[in-house]
Structure formats: structure tokens, C-alpha cells
T-cell receptor, first 114, second 111 residues
């Protein structure tokens, strides 16, 4: 399966700042997704990153807070904007060949907001 | 509302002591049910996909089964290296990829 690299692996940020997380895949993939894993909670889908068009956001997530880019079939970024302590979480990128196929995950970005 | 509930939250086993993890789900038409393993500091690692009731999949000491309301992950004669959090997720028919996850079962296997 594809090798998925996320950067940074962890970061500590000040409230009110923004951080961009990168997801790089070693082969072209059709589907790319961004999830959030809050402490003690389930993984929750933030959005589907669409190549060449705006991302599709799930209920409760908005583009102004989580802007996403996907310039090609191997790369995507997620920005967490105007961060607050509630944004402290693990953010994970996943990929799949088709929307009904198993998704494969990167190791995540562990984000702490002070 | 589509929902996944996993039990127990945590399970401690002795090496060689077989057991089962449960995943109960409610979904508006199941496209697929997925099992993942997650080690500390890592992303979820795909284990199995089940698509229809009665289906079974096996891999080494793990066997996953599916009914219309739940799935079981059976662990036979576990070893310490099987210690991890096991996640269950469902995908609804009509979904464009959204996986709905349970909170997971944290398995500890003691030598």
C-alpha cells in the first residue's frame, strides 16, 4: 500500500496562530481525507480533499477554520487557523484508491495549543 | 444517526488467553465495516473489510465476523505483540468515503 508521510509529526503552538500540516503520498491516489482524533474520542472526518477543487467538509467543520489544499494526486495540506486549546488533537491524513475501498492512514500530527 | 459502539473499552489478557472484541453499529445501509489496529504514536493500520452478514476474514491470530448489527474480532492465543488499540469503522451506502469510527478497544496482552 501507499507510503504516507505527514509533517510535522508534532507541534506546540500559541493560541491565535495557524499551522499548516502536510500530507505526502509516494504514489498517485484518488481519494485523500483529513480526520481529527481528540483525546478519548473517535476519529472524526473533517473533510475530503478534492484535487483541483474545493474540499468537501463534514457537518461541524468549516473552510475558514480548516482550509485544505490539494494541488495534485500525491499531496494535500490542512491548515488549522486561529487555534485555541480546543484544537489540541491528533490530525490524520488518509488515502484510498476509491471511496469504497479501505483507507490507509499516515501517522498523524500531534498538535498542542498553549 | 449512524453510530459505532465498541466494547469493552479496555481488555487485559494473559498470553494465550483467547477472547473477542465487539463492534455494534447502526447505519443507514452498510457499504462496509473496517477493522484497524492502532499502536501508540502511530496511525491506524488496516486489518479487514467486511461487506455482508455472514462474511468472515482471518489474518494470523485474528478473525473478524459480521452480522447485521455487529462485528466481532476474535483473537486466538494472543501474544504480547498483539497489544494495541483496535478500531472499528463503518461506511454507509451513499457515503463518499466517510468512515464512522468507534472509540476503540485497548488490548493489553501480558506475558
Amino acid at each position: 500500500s501507499a507510503v504516507i508521510s505527514q509533517k510535522p509529526s508534532r507541534d506546540i503552538c500559541q493560541r491565535g496562530t495557524s499551522l499548516t500540516i502536510q500530507c505526502q503520498v509516494d504514489s498517485q491516489v484518488t481519494m485523500m481525507f483529513w480526520y481529527r482524533q481528540q483525546p478519548g474520542q473517535s476519529l472524526t472526518l473533517i473533510a475530503t480533499a478534492n484535487q483541483g477543487s474545493e474540499a468537501t467538509y463534514e457537518s461541524g467543520f468549516v473552510i475558514d477554520k480548516f482550509p485544505i489544499s490539494r494541488p495534485n494526486l500525491t499531496f494535500s495540506t490542512l491548515t488549522v487557523s486561529n487555534m485555541s486549546p480546543e484544537d489540541s488533537s491528533i490530525y490524520l491524513c488518509s488515502v484510498a484508491d476509491r471511496f469504497d475501498q479501505p483507507q490507509h492512514f499516515g501517522d498523524g500530527t500531534r498538535l498542542s495549543i498553549l | 444517526e449512524d453510530q459505532v459502539t465498541q466494547s469493552p473499552e479496555a481488555l487485559r489478557l494473559q498470553e494465550g488467553e483467547s477472547s473477542s472484541l465487539n463492534c455494534s453499529y447502526t447505519v443507514s445501509g452498510l457499504r462496509g465495516l473496517f477493522w484497524y489496529r492502532q499502536d501508540p504514536g502511530k496511525g491506524p493500520e488496516f486489518l479487514f473489510t467486511l461487506y455482508s452478514a455472514g462474511e468472515e476474514k482471518e489474518k494470523e491470530r485474528l478473525k473478524a465476523t459480521l452480522t447485521k448489527k455487529e462485528s466481532f474480532l476474535h483473537i486466538t492465543a494472543p501474544k504480547p505483540e498483539d497489544s494495541a488499540t483496535y478500531l472499528c469503522a463503518v461506511q454507509a451506502r451513499g457515503s463518499q468515503g466517510n468512515l464512522i469510527f468507534g472509540k476503540g478497544t485497548k488490548l493489553s496482552v501480558k506475558p
